[in-house]
């Protein structure tokens, strides 16, 4: 008799790499467990600045050639009409507020930033990429590119990515720390859904919404080599899958994460004091 076993696939979104190794446990509660977080007005914030930057750099490539006064209306809308669960109590911000920081963000974007750029796609969907780890484990790279634009350039194709809050820019450069690990998966998409080679840095446009409004730049080279590693050193793709065959999701009370605002699973978890 020939018994077979079926795969173990775990779903693993780009943009939730970073919070898998903050916080294992709390990871697991959000993706696998079905735990549902609140969110704070500045997250909302952040969503509207980037559906109404979208829709600004969407008709640039349509050739519809809306104003970024027209493409504001995204923000007014998807920032009063917010999505999911919302505690507006959370952050130490007005709705008024929130409305003129973004405004002014989208509004410098869509007249300084986006036209130094060529755009293939805004926000483009990808296939899965499963990646066979070995004893029975599969990770399935999903997500559709959010907040992400496709680039071209002397270089060739890259990956722009959209990061907004209250350090998103620093010195007047834009923060790319932590975010190699989401544009590296999104490398390893584009080229899995395409066939195409990305061949330029990722780059990383930072929207700072706290304090004076700033957008700037930065760019990461070879994001992808965080995911798949090295000769000489394994990537965060070989550690997940360490920790999805063991079943190990450890907590991390020190984590950034680790507190009732941002995790779902607080009540539950006897790791923090």
């Not at 209250?166 to 190699?180: C, L």
């Amino acid at each position: 008799m020939t018994v077979t076993t079926e795969p173990y696939v775990i779903r693993v979104r780009a943009s939730s790499w970073g919070s898998l190794f903050a916080c294992a446990h709390r990871w697991e509660a959000i993706h696998l467990l079905g735990y549902t977080n609140v969110v704070g007005l500045r997250a909302v914030l952040g969503t509207a600045i980037h559906r109404s930057t979208a829709v600004f750099d969407q008709s640039r490539i349509s050739g519809e050639g809306l104003t970024p006064d027209d493409a504001a209306g995204a923000f007014v809308d998807a920032l009063r009409h917010p999505e999911g669960d919302v505690d507006l109590s959370r952050d130490d911000l007005s709705v008024g507020d929130a409305e003129r920081i973004g405004l002014a963000l989208h509004t410098t974007y869509c007249t300084e930033i986006s036209p130094l750029y060529q755009f293939k796609s805004v926000e483009m969907d990808t296939s899965p990429l499963d990646v066979d780890c070995g004893l029975g484990v599969i990770i399935r790279l999903t997500g559709t590119m959010d907040r992400a634009r496709i680039r071209e350039g002397s270089e060739g194709v890259g990956i722009a990515d959209l990061k907004s809050g209250s350090a998103a820019v620093q010195k007047g450069v834009a923060n790319t720390k932590g975010h190699s690990p989401q544009v590296g998966t999104y490398e390893l998409l584009y080229e899995h859904t395409t066939g195409e080679r990305v061949t330029a840095d990722a780059e990383i446009i930072g929207l700072k919404t706290k304090g004076k409004p700033e957008v700037a730049s930065a760019r990461i080279h070879d994001a992808r080599r965080v995911m798949v590693g090295t000769e000489t050193q394994p990537g965060l793709i070989q550690f997940a899958a360490d920790m999805f065959r063991r079943g190990d999701f450890y907590p991390n009370p020190q984590s950034l994460l680790c507190s009732e605002r941002y995790c779902p699973r607080w009540r539950d978890c006897i790791f923090h004091e």
